[in-house]
């Protein structure tokens, strides 16, 4: 079983930046491909980016492309999401999810059986 723990999240104007973290428990990190996605109020939850297990291969949303960045330090468990240029479109909460069926970049949320709690992050314009 594989627990996740996002932080990270806050008030921002539009324009700025934020970084979200997400930390596993467990000695196997390095095994599971690491996914963010975001449901904002009144919508249904949207895929935003994924690295591979070793962080050789990333794919995002298109909405945020550019402006987001994901990685990861298997050295410490941990799976980053660098947001820049935030707009208010990007209010929602962020969730961290991982799956262990090899390096695919899925970004069919149903493809990930393990996900964090969410972490609010709302942009102000």
């Known amino acids: 079983q594989v627990q996740l723990v996002e932080s990270g999240g806050g008030l921002v104007q539009a324009g700025g930046s934020l970084r979200l973290s997400c930390t596993t428990s467990g000695r196997t990190f390095s095994t599971y491909t690491m996914g963010w996605f975001r449901q904002a109020p009144g919508k249904e939850r949207e895929f935003v980016a994924v690295?591979?297990?070793?962080?050789?291969?990333?794919d995002y949303a298109d909405s945020v492309k550019g402006r987001f960045t994901i990685s990861r330090d298997n050295a410490k468990n941990t799976v980053f999401l660098q947001m820049n240029s935030l707009e208010s479109e990007d209010t929602a909460v962020y969730y961290c999810a991982a799956h262990g069926y090899g390096s695919w970049l899925y970004a069919n949320e149903r493809m990930y059986p393990y996900w964090g709690q969410g972490t609010q992050v709302t942009v102000s314009s």
């Open positions: 690295i591979s297990r070793r962080g050789d291969s990333t």
